[in-house]
């Protein structure tokens, strides 16, 4: 016997082939030689490992480590390192992604630990192409079982009770078809296993057979007993030439065995199994038209009964299983049928394998017990969604099925209920979908597939799935129209009652089940053109502008960065955004996250360069805009809401009024945001410029409810704009709240700034220990400011990191200048003694189901409180309006959650004619972008209204200034990161207000700005 | 499924060699009586021949005693047979789902271009062929196109002239 | 290959585990190598090749061997760790092939601590 004292398995997929594992073996085989290890060490190669993402892999036996990304370079260090010096090449272990933990042990890898392996229990543990190391891990053990101890009535009842259902999609029980089978009248039949896995982003069966093929031909042998035949056809596509492969190797060693052919292990059963090569057809999938194809023909569907098992291939009774089916088979007879049925759903038993793929950080091969949770699935073991995007959908089922997406999280994956969802399990294909994909697009993508696949042989799939994919596309092209929605579901339902096989009868499912879920972005699509994705590209110039809310020309302006054109630049960001210079430092750009460029290395840095713009150009004068309306117009609330309204408005011939409460305008941008974001002085000259300059008049010290009353206000305007923001803080609601030293995050940081000296001269303090609790902006705001006030800061959120919603550069900045932030923790109670905090009571969350944002929600453990001693606790947990200024006389009604609710159809008018309303007064808190394109918004909506109602035609934008924007792109794109903006040291921070970002220079501005791929360029 | 028109002007004997035409009887004799042998002779007589143009369909079909319209109707079904010659290479680009939402057809749109053909179609030099693929279950390195057997995967559209330059 | 009867199966099932148990956890004996430069150059390949002789000529599956680089004691090379488990490990030192067979033999299979090699615990 040869012992060796290493065994290293290298993964030989076809996932890892193509990332080069054969090279990188060859490698490593020639390094061991070389440093005379190879009577030592023993190269293996296995099947699918199931990590596809992260090939080549290896793991090296007894200690079972687990590298991945090998290239053939790193094997001198490997060998060197592992096999000769016994250390841990630390560089080649797996990262988590989400928190960069360096894991070395593969069963300690989530995405291993929390599979349960059964159909693939061999996977990465044998050499696919030796059978005797699939005999030593039970190969052929159930298959010995059943010819020597049972009858095939026994072998067909074992099955039925383990409740196996067909992994082949349509999950018919395998017991009783192979009952009907058996029954069926007829000396000759047939087992086959349908390897025709055709469907996109399925690579199960593949799998299977490059990793274990015994597995599949010994639950083939086991029902050819059971039914009675003597042979057995393996019907595989011809697109996996190394599953071919291998299935030949692993029949040849067991016909040499006598595992198959005459007189199987002395048992007097005969079976003889062929491979049948699939020619390229997706409809062969179909059992009837698989068996149409094996005889030699033009692989069309026959109708429906009779039944395979009656009739089948030449027209002898036949069973057809998939490749995962039949590997499920040697083990049920092995360990019976209650060990397998102790895992599942009530219905659905046993485990199911996934192939994961799409937008999710680990892709790979997934084996989980039936009714498994889509969330977990996702999320525990495909490790979520790669670059912090949100999860949209999962595919299901392929072009057959379904998506599922992001409220359906908890649902426990089984047959039923996928299928309840409007999905079905199909064979086991999971595309993860992230926030950039289209599902009108998607639905456009299926349908395109089965389009083409269609053999041709009905007529509604054959037609019918052409005209669906002809309106789709449509859409997709803005060409959509009403109606659309309605005549696909009509065809849909045609298709599918009239279709003959499976193809025709799912085809419609993609298109269902994104209506189902995803109807509003199908309407979009229609009325607006609106792709929200930033993927159907006919429908906008580019995916930065496409995603803004108020559609800045980003390409124009960063292309008159790099042709050093500043002054231009500034003017055609003020045609769409008053606040360049505020957008420039606090937005939170949208635009970065769907930038193309971020495929090929980073996105650029749009936001850095806006403020480069406003840093390095003349504010170009604004002329005062002349009152050719009669309309008077008050806005309340001098927010980016209202200031922009404002500016539309007074553009547009109006005189306006601002009320302003605060004894400066500017909002939240002005009393929350702190100073050394966005210093003062940039804000109120752009107030000046871009407002004030047209003859916009701002009341400041001027409160609507008190210092005006709601109907004077009625009197003395004829319309006006409610943007009084939300500046509230909502309550934490636990005990203790109205303890002296605690402050709501908003009230803080507005009376820090109204008192500003006073607070820094001592006269106002927090004390020296402070916690902060929320995740967001303001709570972010609260701390940086409380820790420049002195204050040692420790934030408490109840979540994770990745589900704050504060920026990922503020979150940064506040640990880099020393704020503690305390996860999944939770307030209990606020302590106090002679009515002044002293302390914070506290409990620790785990993680539980998902909520409807795909974040998991956090639940209390029992028993783990604790108290912080602290002398002051800001609640930044959210905020609301103060409505209490607006009559209910008034007409204009205010919702439960204390904001606007609109007219019936209306984006910005109240429920009162004369009165619009934006900003986070109606949405809830918002983004500052989201507020001016608010103000844009209702300014356009008042104007149309004014003029309907005076029966005039609409307004006519003016002729515009014409900027040319130049067209110069790079021949050859060179990666490049994105430009690092420089900031203040976090010691020059401490004590102080001033600006921490310091801005682009000037070369780094125009550098960056040569990055921008141009999307926006039709190029003909 | 798309048609595929018969190259009818072909001259078999300038196209292929004797010894390709004897594998070729060799390949329709060894199986021409067992049933349900068309599709394995076809694909075996395509490995041989690299394509099968309308005069091998009737030699095809004459050894198996079969209609040519049968024949012809199986070749033009399954999107594996091909009735024009092929180049040196076949070059799939996967557009299969995971590819796709990778970016698979900005990689399919370079290739077009820098190739100057259509799918389906070889470059005058006989040294690529234009396919796409769907899914080949590579999704873990999506986008993948395949050169031949060689598979390139992780591919981004600026590095796709790079790949092809490697073939000659 | 003759045809396989059922207790043929067993028979390769129950050679081949042996074989690749190493692949499965579960190892009652650490055997450590130290092959840093020193190691090798004072004859540790030479103890390495005995070791795995040994092993299987006894032919146990649940013995780890590894290697590991230079314990800091060139002058004691080679050195060879054994650890069994729940024991506290053995140091050996000055190793050759007969004094690996006899470490083997008795501390690793048997459990006696060869004491006049030892050097050290831990």
């Known amino acids: 016997m040869k012992v060796f004292r290493s065994h290293l398995l290298i993964c030989g997929g076809t996932g890892c082939h193509a990332s080069g594992s054969l090279k990188v073996k060859q490698a490593l085989q020639g390094e061991i030689d070389k440093r005379g290890l190879s009577e030592e060490v023993r190269i293996v190669e296995t099947g699918c490992n199931g990590f ?102 026994q072998i067909i009842k074992e099955v039925l009770d383990s409740g196996l259902r067909g992994r082949g999609g349509a999950g018919f029980p395998t017991g009783l078809k192979w009952r009907f089978c058996a029954t069926a009248s007829g000396d000759v039949k047939y087992v086959l296993c349908n390897a025709d896995e055709g469907d996109p982003g399925a690579f199960m069966d593949r799998s299977v057979l490059e990793a274990d093929p015994h597995a599949v031909l010994e639950g083939m042998v086991i029902a050819a007993k059971a039914i009675g035949t003597k042979q057995g056809y393996i019907y595989c596509r011809a697109e996996y030439p190394l599953a071919i492969h291998r299935l030949t190797v692993a029949i040849n060693q067991a016909k040499e065995y006598g595992l198959l052919g005459k007189d199987i292990l002395g048992s007097g059963l005969d079976f003889d199994l062929e491979i049948y090569q699939g020619a390229g057809a997706f409809v062969c999938g179909e059992e009837t038209a698989l068996m149409t194809s094996i005889e030699g023909k033009r692989g069309m569907p026959r109708p429906r009964p009779p039944f395979p098992a009656i009739s089948g291939l030449w027209g002898k009774p036949s069973v057809l299983n998939n490749v995962e089916t039949f590997a499920n088979i040697g083990q049920i007879i092995l360990k ?63 072009p057959s099925g379904g998506c599922i997406p992001v409220e359906h999280l908890n649902t426990p994956i089984d047959f039923e209920r996928v299928v309840e969802l409007g999905a079905i399990m199909g064979s086991g294909g999971m595309i993860v979908m992230n926030e950039d994909k289209c599902a009108v697009d998607m639905a456009r993508f299926f349908m395109d597939f089965v389009q083409d696949e269609s053999c041709g042989k009905c007529t509604p799939c054959r037609e019918g799935t052409k005209r669906m994919l002809e309106i789709l596309t449509n859409i997709t092209q803005g060409k959509g129209k009403e109606g659309d929605i309605e005549l696909l579901e009509e065809m849909a339902g045609i298709i599918k009652d009239a279709s003959l096989c499976g193809l025709g009868q799912t085809a419609p499912n993609p298109v269902l089940s994104t209506i189902r879920y995803f109807r509003h972005e199908y309407e979009e699509h229609i009325r607006y053109h609106k792709c929200r994705a930033g993927v159907c590209s006919s429908l906008f110039k580019s995916p930065c502008q496409n995603v803004c809310p108020v559609g800045m020309d980003i390409p124009a302006y960063i292309a008159l960065v790099r042709a050093e054109r500043f002054e231009d630049a500034y003017k055609v960001m003020l045609k769409t955004n008053p606040f360049p210079s505020v957008c420039g430092r606090v937005c939170n750009h949208k635009c970065q996250a769907k930038c193309r460029r971020d495929n090929l290395d980073e996105s650029l840095a749009i936001k850095f360069l806006k403020r480069f713009i406003t840093d390095s150009a003349p504010r170009p004068k604004q002329a005062m805009s002349p009152v050719t309306r009669k309309e008077k117009i008050a806005v309340i609330g001098a927010g980016p809401a209202g200031l922009t309204a404002a500016r539309d408005l007074a553009l547009r011939g109006y005189k306006v009024t601002i009320f302003e409460e605060l004894s400066q305008p500017g909002g939240m941008l002005r009393w929350a945001i702190p100073a050394y974001r966005l210093p003062r002085n940039i804000l109120a000259d752009e107030i000046r410029d871009n407002i004030e300059a047209l003859g916009v008049e701002i009341k400041c010290n001027t409160s609507v409810g008190r210092d ?93 990191r990745k589900d704050m919603p504060a920026a990922e550069e503020e979150i940064i900045a506040a640990e880099e200048e020393g704020i ?163 900031e203040l040291h976090p010691y020059e921070r401490k004590g102080n207000f001033r600006e921490v970002e310091v801005g682009f220079l000037r070369e780094v501005a125009i550098r960056e700005a040569c990055r921008c791929l141009r999307c926006d360029a039709e190029i003909d | 499924m798309k048609a595929k ?41 395509q490995m041989a021949l690299g394509f099968l143009p309308m005069p091998i369909l009737k030699i095809i079909a004459k050894g198996l005693k079969l209609p040519l319209s049968r024949v012809y109707g199986v070749v033009t079904f399954y999107s594996f047979f091909t009735m024009k010659p092929r180049g040196k290479y076949t070059l799939r680009v996967c557009l299969g789902t995971a590819c796709y939402v990778r970016g698979g057809k900005a990689i399919y749109e370079k290739v077009k271009k820098e190739l100057d053909i259509e799918e389906g179609d070889t470059t005058e030099d006989r040294l690529f062929t234009l396919e796409t693929v769907r899914c080949v279950g590579a999704c873990g390195l999506g986008p993948v196109i395949f050169v031949g057997d060689n598979v390139h995967g992780r591919l981004k559209p600026a590095k796709a002239k790079e790949v092809l330059s490697q073939y000659s | 290959m003759a045809k396989l009867t059922i207790a043929d199966l067993k028979k390769i099932k129950e050679k081949v585990q042996s074989e690749t148990a190493l692949r499965e ?69 000055t190793m050759d092939a007969n004094k690996m067979r006899q470490v083997f033999k008795r501390h690793v299979q048997l459990g006696e601590v060869q004491t006049m090699f030892a050097m050290a615990r831990g």
């Not at chain 1, 609601?733 to 700034?753: I, P, T, Y």
């Open chain 1, 52 to 153: 596809c993402a992260l090939g080549p892999i290896m793991v090296v036996y007894p200690e079972g480590v687990i590298y991945v990304s090998i290239k053939p370079e790193d094997t001198p260090e490997l060998v060197e390192e592992h096999l000769v010096k016994g250390r841990v090449l630390e560089r080649l272990l797996y990262k988590e992604p989400a928190t960069q933990e360096v894991i070395p042990q593969m069963h300690e890898i989530p995405f291993f630990a929390l599979q349960d392996l059964r159909v693939l229990r061999n996977r990465g543990k044998i050499d696919p192409e030796n059978i005797d190391e699939a005999i030593a891990r039970d190969g052929y053990a159930g298959m010995a079982k059943a010819l020597a101890e049972m009858t095939p009535e």
């Open chain 1, 336 to 398: 019976g049928a209650s060990w397998y049925n102790s895992i599942g759903t009530e219905r659905s038993k046993g485990t199911k394998v996934f192939a994961l793929t799409g937008d999710v950080n680990n892709v790979g091969l997934v084996e989980v017990p039936m009714g498994t949770t889509l969330g977990q699935i996702v999320f525990d073991i495909g490790g979520g969604i790669p670059k912090g995007k949100k999860f949209k959908a999962a595919q299901l089922g392929g």
């Open chain 1, 708 to 800: 005006i009353g709601f109907d004077q206000l009625s009197k003395d305007f004829d319309y006006a704009f409610l943007s009084p923001g939300s500046q509230k803080s909502q309550p934490i609601g636990v005990e203790g709240e109205n303890l002296k030293g605690v402050f709501g995050g908003v009230e803080f940081l507005r009376d820090f700034n109204k008192d500003e000296e006073i607070w820094l001269d001592g006269r106002k303090t927090l004390g020296s220990k402070v916690a902060v609790i929320g995740g967001g902006n303001s709570a972010i705001d609260a701390a940086r400011v409380a820790l420049r006030l002195g204050a040692d800061v420790t934030i408490l959120y109840r979540r994770e």
């Open chain 1, 820 to 982: 503690k932030i305390e996860y999944l923790v939770a307030p209990l109670k606020i302590e106090g003694k002679d009515g002044r905090v002293i302390g914070i009571s506290c409990q620790r969350m785990k993680l539980g189901d998902f909520d409807r944002s795909g974040r998991k929600i956090p639940v209390v453990i029992e028993g783990s409180e604790f108290t912080l001693s602290v002398d002051a606790v800001i609640a930044a947990i959210g905020q609301v309006s103060d409505m209490s200024f607006v009559p209910k006389e008034s007409g204009v009604s205010v919702s439960k959650r204390s904001t606007f609710d609109l007219a019936e159809g209306a984006k910005s008018q109240t429920t009162n004619p004369k009165f619009f309303t934006g900003g986070d007064a109606l949405t809830g808190p918002d983004t500052v972008i989201g507020a001016i394109a608010a103000g844009h918004q209702a300014a356009r909506d008042m104007d149309n209204y004014i003029r309907k109602v005076n029966g005039e035609p609409a307004y006519e934008e003016p002729e515009e200034e014409k900027i040319d924007v130049p067209f110069i792109i790079d021949e050859e794109t060179v990666e490049t990161p994105q430009a690092k903006m420089p």
């Open chain 2, 5 to 45: 028109t018969a190259d009818t002007d072909i001259d078999i004997t300038e196209e292929f060699t004797p010894e390709q035409m004897k594998k070729l009887d060799e390949i329709i004799n060894r199986s021409k009586d067992k049933p349900g042998s068309l599709i394995p002779i076809l694909e075996e007589s």
């Open chain 3, 25 to 93: 956890g579960g190892q009652r004996a650490k055997v450590t190598v130290h092959m840093g430069t020193c190691g090798i150059a004072a004859g540790a390949r030479a103890v390495m090749d005995s070791l795995m002789n040994e092993i299987a000529e006894a032919g146990v599956s649940d013995v780890m061997v590894t290697t590991s680089g230079c314990a800091g004691m060139c002058s004691k090379e080679p050195m060879v760790t054994v650890e069994l488990i729940g024991q506290e490990p053995i140091i050996y030192g």
